[in-house]
């Protein structure tokens, strides 16, 4: 299988890359919903926690609230890291969920795909992977994994919440890579790319 893979244009360094970004994703989102839960103060022992019923796109949405107990700072760095966090998400659910379209040079994914001219809930969208895009994605993961460990420790010894404000310019670079991945389709097609 790995032999035919190489075939449709996943080298060993792009595969690679596909599991490290599905580990460093995975991350992220187990650590999204603790620090959710920090943010609001949930107490989960014994219950069933409100997380539990909710998609990953509606902590992500979570996190950008407007954070009544929180600085100006720090509300933004939960709102910069949202819409990275928004943006990557549909990168990574087009290579997990997506049709893969082979190719030599740079392999394809498309999430719901109109093909058959089918109607969808969900918009269809492409996610180029190659090894340089990939390690753009895993970039942008890791830095969403810091801003939810920070998050986390802040929310318990408040002398650590200037480290979550500092985090402002590296959450604003993940939502560009991100952006990016996300869009690069149409920026490709753009006549100022």
Not at 2 to 11: E, N, Q, V
Not at 17 to 26: N, S, T
Not at 64 to 84: F, I, M, N, Q, Y
Not at 179 to 185: D, F, I, N, V
Request: aromatic share 8%; charged share 25%.
């Amino acid at each position: 299988m790995l032999a035919r893979l190489t075939g449709w244009g996943f080298s060993p360094e792009v595969l690679q890359r596909i599991g490290a970004l599905a580990v460093v994703w995975g991350v992220f989102e187990s650590n999204l919903e603790t620090a959710l839960w920090a943010l609001r103060g949930d107490e989960v022992a014994g219950v069933r926690p409100w997380t539990d019923k909710k998609p990953i796109s509606e902590w992500i949405k979570e996190l950008g609230s407007d954070w009544p107990k929180l600085t100006t700072e720090g509300k933004d760095v939960l709102r910069v890291a949202s819409l990275a966090a928004f943006e990557l998400m549909e990168y990574r659910h087009a290579i997990m969920h997506g049709a893969m379209i082979p190719s030599p040079t740079m392999p394809t994914f498309i999430r719901n795909p109109l093909w058959h001219g089918e109607e969808r809930n969900r918009p269809s969208h492409v996610a180029h992977v190659d090894k340089n895009l990939l390690d753009m994605a895993i970039e942008s993961a890791w830095i969403l994994c810091q801003v939810v460990f920070v998050v986390k420790a802040a929310c318990n010894e408040p002398e650590k919440i200037a480290k979550w404000a500092a985090l402002k310019q590296e959450a604003s670079r993940a939502r560009s890579m991100a952006g990016e991945l996300r869009h690069l389709t149409e920026l490709m097609n753009h006549e100022k790319y």
